[in-house]
């Protein structure tokens, strides 16, 4: 972070027309966004939410509520506009870009989705890897990518999203692997499994771990093993936003994996990252743990694509917009606190 | 509420594309809102923040960290634009709509600027009333007209804001009447006093109780002996409000002594009531504990203004796009749960 930007910028928080402290965390969030930016009083004008979307062979074990062409139906969904996240987005006013990472179905052209297609959805991880080494590479250098072209289009805050019927299950077996929790202590009900599927789960999850033995340093090994074409896709995108000195918001547990896989690559990038919501999937506590972030917020929110990072992105505009935009102590000729 | 409306926009919430309940708070606030307003698919297009400013003659008890005249700079400053209040409506595009219920100084006539001072200041409560009872029923009906004139111009949606230095050391007495939690419990450091001061703001507070014996069941005598104007006010534009059939969305903690007085007199305003944030303040999770709320977020802000309220008001819109706008399973030809 720079941190002459982050100090001039906690120097203006603190002579303006409120007791110092007073809007708790949207200072702290300015300041860190001054050190992320470099600029002391950061203007966020152009959010965007990237959503990667991919399939996972391990749903056919009957670890999700939800069948596996739902995957395809909702990326059709998003590009109508008809999904959480477009109506969140265009709440906040921000571009979602929709990007097909390895989607088990053919999607027909369209001039909002970006087609980077991996596979047609990872293999069954409880029986082989996930994917080969090459395509974990691939998965993490395609977000840095998309991320870099968002960038270059003028977008200056990211926020990460996420879809893919078994994600869930990828994502609970990239933090047990990379933190070491037990799986029963990260593995939840995903879009809603019932008690049954929950224990069937948690059995998939723990067969896997013995049987590929991930090594928890190798963050691609951990995704090339039990991870997710759109959790090493996610990964990316939070690192070519750190590389490129924008924020990047943080949604929920998948996007949490994937926070997982960039800070083991690159320990530099956590700074950068910003924490939106605490999500209702047990084992995102470990994830925060982990990566030593607090989010901004508790909705008892638990749908990913990016709902509840867009929510975060608005605040982190009106925390710049608080640094920027408020009259100081001496413009409005506002008397200060009482020396006692 | 409206039953009906409520059990219809919960009927739409549990068919549109998401697993049910996967958007938590958003969804319940929705069918709140839906109760609220009588409609199935709320639109809450107008959003404004009444702000009612008033001085106390408590003040010059020393029980806060800021000078008196600081009431009326800021009042100045809200007019000018440059408060975190003015920053944080212009980002959800909300109204700020200023009212000098009874501020120690004459204000400028201002286009902005509602006059309807009720007096210079409350007097020392630690002395004699803070007001005549008169008074305090007309603060109340004060606030029902602003509420009223807002809604009858077109506002669909409106949040408490407040203004007054010494209003935490009234509020903390109004909860400590009205809840009968100790005063220690329940009264915390305002803008920032010291340890010194935090100890004279409770005795001052403890003395008073003692001296006039609120009756904890009549509201308009606990503001009448405690209160403050604009403690009334934003009492009566609570109930405006909810007689209008409007959400109101409660800040920070003058707020919350506000929704308490609104209650007491008429306990059906409450489930029109949404708290937006848990204030740093102490005594605040008292006045949700009495009131049966919990607070949309924490972020840990202590300004009041309105600008905790501005944000759940924001969240408030979000809601209610996420019921209207989002596509069904039908409408989206998107698979259901499977059944297991």
Do not use: W
């Not at 600029?39 to 152009?46: A, E, G």
């Not at 039990?226 to 090493?232: A, K, L, M, T």
């Not at 690192?239 to 994996?257: E, H, K, Q, T, Y």
Request: glycine share 12%.
């Amino acid at each position: 972070l720079d941190s002459a930007a982050a100090t001039a910028a906690q120097a203006r928080q603190d002579v303006l027309t409120k007791p110092q402290g007073a809007l708790g965390r949207l200072e702290t969030l300015s300041v860190q966004i001054a050190g992320i930016t470099g600029q002391t009083r950061p203007r966020l004008n152009n959010p965007a939410v990237i959503v990667m979307a991919a399939d996972h062979g391990v749903a056919r074990r009957g670890v999700s509520a939800y069948p596996s062409e739902v995957t395809s139906q909702m990326v059709l969904n998003f590009l109508n506009g008809g999904a959480a996240i477009n109506v969140l987005a265009r709440h906040i006013g921000a571009r979602v870009i929709v990007v097909d990472i390895g989607v088990a179905a053919n999607l027909p052209s369209h001039s909002e989705l970006i087609d980077r297609k991996l596979g047609m959805g990872t293999a069954d991880f409880s029986v082989e890897p996930a994917m080969s080494r090459a395509q974990a590479q691939q998965a993490v250098e395609i977000g840095i990518a998309c991320a870099y072209d968002a960038i270059a289009s003028g977008v200056d805050l990211l926020a990460t999203g996420d879809m893919g019927i078994g994600n869930t299950t990828a994502s609970s077996a990239v933090v047990a692997a990379i933190t070491g929790r037990p799986v029963a202590e990260v593995t939840g009900r995903g879009a809603g499994i019932d008690d049954a599927g929950l224990a069937r789960k948690i059995a998939v999850i723990e067969q896997a771990l013995a049987l590929h033995h991930p090594d928890p340093r190798d963050a691609l090994d951990v995704l090339t093993k039990v991870g997710g074409f759109e959790i090493g896709g996610l990964a990316g995108v939070i690192l070519g936003a750190a590389a490129r000195r924008v924020p990047v918001v943080i949604d929920g547990f998948i996007s949490g994996a994937a926070a997982l896989i960039a800070c083991t690559l690159a320990p530099s990038a956590q700074p950068f990252l910003i924490a939106a919501l605490r999500s209702v999937e047990r084992g995102h506590d470990a994830v925060f743990a982990h990566l030593d972030l607090t989010p901004l917020f508790d909705l008892g929110m638990r749908l990913g694509e990016g709902t509840g990072a867009v929510l975060g992105m608005s605040l982190c505009q009106a925390a710049c917009k608080i640094l920027d935009e408020m009259a100081t102590f001496g413009e409005a000729g506002v008397s200060g606190k009482v020396e006692g």
